[in-house]
């Protein structure tokens, strides 16, 4: 008989068994093999899998009590996911233990790939922490090369020593701190300058008399305070504004880039704030007068499977109590994804990091078609 290599294993399916006699491990052996024999065709036959090292040693484990019998199974498979969930439903036509009438339901199948993804990431990040010193490749070099070049562009400006870039052109965005005007000089945007607070300085007011001022704000209640204050105490041309729930400080090259091509007149920016201001203030209720969602009926499972369809490769959608998605980001961004109102989360493989970030923000549901360990974790789990 060929043996199943450790390495090959890709799923575990976990079987419980529950028979109403006596029975012994080689009658549950028999049973496997013997009344799933001829049901899926000879290329699918259980006995022939084992001894082509597709299927590997079957785990018994039993009690009896009161003259019936109950366990679980636990059958590796190095088949690929359609192979094993089919040979994991024949299972469950078993309907007879040795002698004995029985019933078998399969508890799970669990990607064990997805468990030692979990386990190299843990230990990656625990390697990375011990490594000595700092040994970059030379793309690395360049990157940080560059952005040091950008940021060295920082300046101050006026007597009250605003942090700022190149100011000569007649165009100026205005930014809250320091941390926000380095994040655009670092994506290639010099012509900035920062508030220092959430005041307009008056050395930034003037500026507003001889150069077109964008204002630059956070994607929060904060930002349309801000917007306020300094639209009162200066001439702005345009305001521009981060993602909903992000700070300028936190964004990418390309997000920045968006944001500042959406930039809209003073009118147009407060007449939306005007529309939204109850999202932050009710911690994200999207719409006026309608209560969130405490649970999801069926037909809202049916909406979170068809997102699930369209789900790419280490992708995760956010969903609020509405069941809009209000963010779309990597599995590796998650956990620095900032979002209100969020009840479900969906990704294709629910790794602890996943797992943890969605508890962090505040998620009631969790839809993933595999989950890593889930253990003490108060998230109800949908399986797509």
């Known amino acids: 008989m060929a043996k199943i290599s450790p390495v090959s294993i890709k799923y575990n399916i976990e079987v419980d068994f529950q028979s109403e006699g006596p029975v012994e491990k080689p009658d549950v052996i028999g049973a496997l093999f013997g009344q799933t024999e001829g049901l899926l065709g000879s290329d699918m036959e259980l006995r022939e899998l084992q001894q082509e090292g597709k299927i590997g040693r079957i785990e018994v484990n039993l009690s009896s009590e009161g003259g019936k019998t109950k366990g679980s199974i636990i059958i590796p498979s190095a088949l690929d996911k359609a192979e094993t969930t089919i040979i994991a439903a024949a299972l469950e036509t078993i309907d007879k233990i040795g002698p004995t009438d029985a019933k078998i339901t399969i508890k799970k199948i669990e990607d064990i790939r997805g468990s030692k993804r979990d386990y190299i990431m843990e230990r990656a990040k625990k390697l990375l922490a011990e490594v000595q010193g700092n040994v970059m490749e030379s793309q ?8 040091s070049s950008r940021t060295s562009k920082i300046s101050e400006y006026g007597e009250e020593k605003l942090p700022a870039g190149d100011l000569s052109g007649e165009e100026i965005i205005v930014v809250e701190g320091r941390a926000d005007v380095m994040n655009l000089l670092k994506h290639g945007i010099d012509n900035v300058i920062g508030m220092n607070g959430t005041r307009l300085p008056a050395e930034i007011s003037k500026l507003g008399k001889e150069k077109k001022l964008i204002l630059f704000v956070d994607g929060d209640r904060g930002g349309k305070l801000i917007a306020q204050n300094v639209c009162d105490n200066a001439d702005v041309e345009a305001i521009a504004q981060a993602p909903s729930g992000m700070e300028v400080e936190e964004l990418t090259g390309k997000e920045i880039h968006q944001a500042l091509r959406k930039a809209v007149s003073q009118d147009e920016f407060f007449k939306s704030s005007e529309r939204t201001r109850f999202s932050e203030e009710d911690e994200g209720r999207e719409r006026p007068f309608r209560e969130k969602k405490t649970e999801l009926t069926e037909e809202d499972l049916e909406k979170v499977r068809d997102f699930a369809k369209d789900l790419r490769a280490r992708e995760v959608l956010v969903l609020n109590h509405n069941l809009d998605i209000v963010r779309d980001v990597p599995t590796s961004k998650l956990p620095y994804c900032r979002a209100y109102n969020v009840f479900v ?27 890593g360990k889930t253990e003490g974790t108060k998230l109800e789990l949908i399986s797509i």
Request: charged letters at 30%.
């Open 140 to 147: 690395e070099m360049h990157q940080e090369l560059k952005e």
């Open 345 to 371: 989360i969906i990704t294709e493989h629910a790794s602890s990091s996943i797992i943890e970030a969605s508890e962090r923000l505040g998620a009631r549901y969790l839809a993933a078609k595999t989950f």
